[in-house]
């Protein structure tokens, strides 16, 4: 795990010098398991991050602004009563553990000082957001409610006293020195790391392979001077906040980790590494699971247009037998005085040969000679008459399928915002029953909320995630001389350039977000069109979000996520 004790350690330092001594200016909970809040401290604001999610549980700075519920919950509501308006006074590590403190002072309602504690633990799936009375220590509620019957040793509810896990006796590396680092390991029972661990409070696998492997030759003199070394490196705050792109699993760390062998990428800070390092992972999950009813409808259309049209080409291609069947039928009329009933097959002389050869009918022995001839003229009739039926029909499930597709690519790249515009299409589409309807009437959508980003030279660009967005900037928004772009016969995103004349280094870095917000994301050297959105037309009655257009020229870029967020606005 990479946010392990020591981590822990050298985020609640970075946070302390940002936020110690501010006031807690607002709050809001933007999500189930994570809250904001919004510090004045130093004459900037600052806003905090404290997520209890089961994955991706942590506490940084950010700089990303999330969409708020029209509500806020209950949690929310009561950390606006206790805590909103007050000082943060101190924040600080329990021990070694994953837990940050946040002591907080202000004044009740009726004007005494009251002390409040707001902790955070990051514990994976039992993290949790806690906020206590500090002078009764009593939990006045947190984001996650745990009973007894979850957990014997300590209830997490209202009213309830707080206590601090379970200790686990393991020693603290930041008070260790060679010999009890040597006294707690076994160098002939091998797993050294696995040792370290269990030694050591705080200490995450990731961090113990990293002693062991620069340790080199591990043994009891090198690896007491390994652990030590990199202990005080962090202790002295001589640190290298870096994410490792390793081939099976990207990870982030204090410092470069040398036993995970991938490009390293170094930054300024620990929030703006976890900033980088969760970068879509999170709102990714939360999309998943508000939009998984979405993504499952998508899917399943897609994929029943998909199997129609094998059905209906199964189809065409029994109609374009009707030549075959007229054949029959008309050679098997000539020779009715030699057909008898009860028959299963006859062979006669095919005056539609050239070269005089014969042909063998199939019968149904059930049937008389001549209702078999009416039966090949009926199959004839029925088939000529399918071919433009079915022609016609595979074109239409073409066209769903394609737009399914294209749904399906915006669900995969949107945000919680974008999935309700989602939502909202389909309902217009009437493939799902619309929610927001209340006493019979329906509730106006308000206008898509467009993504902005500005080019190397100052020009902004403007992206479309979802087809009312993409409807609206192309239709509505751009003006008819700017620049517009989108992956060449690949579903993805509308973007427009801001300008007459962008420069090329400009179009290449819009075509670069047209293919990052695209099928092609994960693909190198991915083809994208840009025109003028003069020349870009919406046919009538087309789906959402589908245009036609020429004059169009062709760049080849390859998405890069660093360029995305360098460009963001």
């Known amino acids: ?23 807690i200016n607002k709050v809001h909970q933007p999500y189930k398991n ?7 401290a130093g004459g900037v604001n600052h806003r905090l991050l404290l997520s209890a999610h089961p994955s991706y549980a942590r506490a940084q700075l950010t700089t990303e602004t999330h969409e708020n ?22 924040l600080y590590q329990v021990e070694t553990d994953r837990m940050i403190i946040f002591e907080i002072k202000g004044r009740n309602e009726i004007g005494d000082i009251s002390y409040k504690q707001l902790i955070i633990e990051i ?12 002078t009764r220590n009593i939990i006045l509620d947190s984001i996650k409610h745990v009973s007894f019957a979850v957990n014997s040793h300590r209830a997490i509810l209202p009213g309830q006293p707080f206590l601090f896990p379970p200790e686990q006796n393991k020693q603290n590396p930041f008070l260790a020195n060679e010999e009890d680092v040597v006294r707690g390991i076994d160098f002939n029972a091998g797993r050294l790391d696995r040792q370290l661990v269990e030694q050591f409070a705080g200490i995450s696998p990731l961090f113990a392979k990293e002693v062991i492997f620069q340790s080199g030759l591990a043994n009891r003199t090198t690896v007491p001077k390994t652990f030590l070394s990199l202990i005080k490196k962090i202790q002295s705050g001589a640190i290298s906040p870096s994410i490792i792109a390793a081939p099976e699993k990207e990870a982030f760390y204090l410092f470069p980790l040398e036993h995970l062998k991938g490009e390293v990428k170094g930054f300024s800070s620990l929030s703006e590494t976890l900033e980088r390092y969760y970068f879509g992972k999170a709102e990714r999950d939360r999309v998943k699971q508000q939009g998984n009813d979405i993504e ?35 050679l098997l009329t000539a020779n009715l005085y030699a057909a008898k009933k009860g028959m299963k097959e006859i062979e006669v002389l095919d005056y539609y040969d050239e070269n005089g050869g014969t042909i063998v009918i199939p019968l149904d022995p059930r049937k008389s000679p001549s209702d078999n001839a009416q039966k090949y003229f009926s199959k004839y009739q029925k088939a000529k008459n399918a071919v433009s039926i079915v022609i016609e029909q595979i074109e239409k499930a073409r066209v769903e399928a394609a737009y399914f597709d294209s749904l399906l690519q915006q669900v995969q790249s949107a ?3 974008d999935l309700q515009e989602i939502r909202d299409e389909l309902v217009e589409g009437g493939y799902i029953r619309d929610r927001k309807k209340r006493n019979g009437k329906k509730v106006q959508n308000a206008k898509p909320v467009l993504d902005f980003y500005q080019s190397s030279d100052g020009t902004e660009i403007i992206v479309g995630k979802n087809n009312k967005q993409n409807d609206y900037l192309t239709n509505k928004l ?9 992956t060449k016969d690949i579903p993805g995103s509308h973007v427009v350039i801001r300008s007459k004349e962008p420069s090329d280094g400009t179009i290449h870095e819009a075509a670069m977000l047209a293919a990052y917000f695209s099928k092609a994301k994960n693909s190198s050297s991915v083809p994208v069109d840009f025109t003028k959105v003069r020349h870009v037309k919406k046919p009538s009655g087309a789906k959402p979000g589908f245009v036609i257009y020429d004059h169009q020229q062709t760049v080849y870029v390859t998405p890069d996520e660093e360029m995305v967020l360098k460009l963001k606005k």
């Open 123 to 134: 514990m994976g799936r039992h993290s949790n957001i806690i906020l206590v009375d500090k």
């Open 478 to 486: 751009a003006a008819r001389d700017e620049i517009w772009l989108h």
């Open 296 to 330: 499952k409808l998508i899917t399943n259309e897609k994929e029943k247009n998909e199997k129609k049209i094998d059905k209906l080409e199964a189809t065409l291609k029994e109609a374009e037998k009707a030549d075959e069947y007229q054949r029959y039928g008309e």
């Open 34 to 40: 994570e809250i904001i809040l919004t510090i004045r």
């Open 69 to 90: 519920p029209s509500e806020p919950p209950m949690f929310c509501m009561l950390l606006r009563k206790h805590i909103e308006g007050h000082i943060l006074e101190d």
């Open 415 to 417: 945000s919680p915002r």
């Open 1 to 23: 795990m990479s946010f392990d004790g020591l981590f822990t350690n050298a985020i609640s330092h970075e946070l302390s010098r940002a936020l110690k001594g501010g006031r």
